[in-house]
């Protein structure tokens, strides 16, 4: 019998480790218990070493999209000016819940596939002489196009022109670099399936000292279950303001101290070598990949260009039915165009082989033309030489 | 060795069958799945036959908190006037909540332990000659103090004046008849860990119509993680509009299940016969109850007052250290003045009986005149009986 028991290779879910799934099924426990505060004291220091931040990071039983709102409501008004970076989906999607916030919205666009340009971005806020725009927005990685934007960069111009930075590192962190307060990030979010490599249901946002200036004497009428002082105060006792999802942060508990041991610039690295691989490994095989540049490549995902007269969904389907492995679709306009590889999280070198081996022989059952092994062999060169990590 | 592993007799979270806990620990799932719109395609409707109801029940990755917030949020603007019937912490909370969202909160308080009377909310309603009270929101079981309000009386004097209503069922539902449309109640809200007996970390919100057209055509900002129209649309194609707590609702799938197994009938009497025991129990020790009047007791938690002489703190010490049970302490102004015993969700006689008698060990610990055994006994009366179930 060939196992095909599911297995995730989308951006986000992730694999899960072991240690991570038992926890899920202990019993019940007290929310406010001692035993409790125990886990939280860990888990609180433990995300701000994620965030790499001195800043407090707020825990949310909520998806990433509930913690992106909660950095919006708690710190503009409806009224005020928000200017969106936006290069697909995920950043698209930030434009539409500032509109029904109220906030105004200025949205910079760029095509799916593409990267914002701090030149750009510098030239909607060097016209901004009367300071209109109080915040920006934009993703780290695009998860919708595997997209990755100079954060470093983007936030230096945010911060010469005074307006509050919000990153959307959802499926950027733990994959790529990313430095809270050595870079002079104000908000950064993201969420528990991605680089958490544990279930969904949780988020994360850390909260710098401007964000929190601006949350405090500012804004009239911030949110409740998101409300900043409310979660604060309560996180500042080891413990969260409403009823939070025990199990997950027992969960989360396990996935912090893994991802610590591992290291941080360890962490990095892995998921740029996984990154390389596959870039090397589907070229190897004829295919394009959607970012074309690899220095604007996500090391969390990359979007896959299919062969043509072969349809994307068709090898989905058959790495699925076949191999029980679930690559994910392109999503808007990009749906049924191209399929999107994760490598995100608990992924290793071997998951890398294991898919480029099956999208291989998908390929040729659908007719394409292709050498068996040929992407496998391109991702090993990566993998033995490591000379692409300099990319 | 005595048994002291952790037992919850709190009103929430409560105990976990093994069988809630078992899919806990399973592997990661796309929340987009073929597989996993099976789940929601059962959830969903099942959901809407424990609030009996034909409309639908938003499922939120949040607490109960987070979904009280949503129908603030999606049925109120800034500068509308909400009526808070309060009878505890919790209901107080609410007003808190409004308040920091710019609604204009009247409050109707009675004291701890007390219940909203349908008398004193007309009295307010009628002199609401210009309608400017857009809704009212009061608790069903409050579980600070164990008071279990008339829902359907005060329903009907809301309906009466036009206003929505609002049930808190964080704590009613399950454990007391509860009937969404029957009642004519437009908006209705519970959490997971309660009488759903499962894990923390999702909540219900069942809409009515009218909440939805007031969502619809009178609302300027609703909420975008917790907005109506976008949780509606992705549920009616079995989704959800973000990303889920997918094994949080494998839990909810499974304990759907056995809850419309035993039947909502069964449940209610059941809850009822806990209640009904748990008073026996503890007035044959010479112990009152905070709800003095039994009509007005939660069959979900029971709040005791310690005997002269006693601080209640000591006796949940005792059962902590003891015998590993938990129950919990007061909230408010009653912190340290009560405990309360919850029977809520996946308990059973059994459990009261344990509690019962580890309580009677307890109070003789710490120089309590009291007859071992009779505490269980007057239980075991009431369950052999079964004509308090007439209460």
């Known amino acids: 019998m060939t196992n095909t028991y599911p297995f ?4 986000g879910p992730t694999p ?52 992106i709102e909660a950095a919006l409501s708690n710190t ?32 910079l666009k760029v095509e ?3 990267v914002n340009t701090v030149e750009v971005l510098e030239t909607a806020l060097n ?15 695009e998860t919708s196009t595997g997209a990755l934007n100079d954060v470093q960069g983007l936030t230096n111009a945010i911060r010469r022109h005074g307006a509050l930075s919000i990153v959307d590192t959802v499926t950027g962190l733990t994959a790529s670099p990313f430095k809270m307060d050595e870079w002079g990030i104000d908000l950064a979010i993201s969420g528990s399936q991605k680089g958490f490599m544990m279930q969904p249901g949780l988020s994360f946002l850390a909260v710098g000292e401007r964000a929190l200036a601006r949350h405090q004497n500012e804004v009239k009428y911030p949110a409740f279950y998101f409300n900043f ?10 413990t969260t303001a409403y009823t939070p999802a025990t199990h997950l942060i027992m969960a989360l508990d396990v996935s912090l101290q893994m991802m610590l041991d591992e290291g941080i610039d360890a962490m990095n690295a892995r998921h740029l070598l996984l990154r390389n691989m596959v870039r090397a490994g589907v070229r190897a095989l004829g295919l394009n990949t959607l970012v074309e540049d690899d220095v604007n ?40 165009k191209i399929f999107r590889i994760g490598h995100l999280g608990f992924v290793g070198e071997r998951d ?40």
Not at 8 to 11: A, K, Q, S
Request: some cysteine.
């Open 297 to 336: 490549a996500s090391p969390a995902v990359t979007a896959v260009l299919p062969p043509t007269g072969i349809e994307a969904p068709a090898i989905r389907k058959v790495l699925k039915d076949r191999f029980g492995i679930t690559v994910a679709d392109g999503q808007a306009s990009l749906k049924g």
């Open 352 to 391: 890398v082989y294991m898919v480029l081996a099956c999208l291989e022989q998908a390929l040729l059952e659908l007719g394409y033309s292709v050498e068996l092994g040929a992407g496998v062999k391109a991702a090993q060169a990566v993998a033995v030489s490591k000379t692409a990590l300099t990319v």
């Open 127 to 141: 016209a901004d002489t009367e300071k209109t725009i109080k915040a920006v927005i934009f993703v780290h990685s």
């Open 112 to 114: 799916q596939g593409q």
């Open 16 to 67: 899960l480790p072991d240690a991570v799934r038992e926890v899920m099924s202990r019993p019940a426990v007290g929310h406010r218990s001692p035993e409790f505060k125990q886990i939280m004291k860990r888990v609180f220091p433990n995300l701000q070493r994620i965030f790499q931040t001195k800043h407090p990071v707020i825990l949310y039983t909520a998806s990433a999209t509930g913690a």
């Open 229 to 238: 002082t409310r979660n604060l105060k309560a996180q500042a006792e080891d």
């Open 76 to 107: 503009l008004n409806a009224g005020e000016t928000l200017l969106v970076l936006s290069c697909g989906v995920f950043s698209s999607r930030w434009a539409d819940m500032a509109k029904s916030l109220g906030i105004n919205v200025q949205e």
């Open 8 to 11: 995730l290779m989308i951006p």
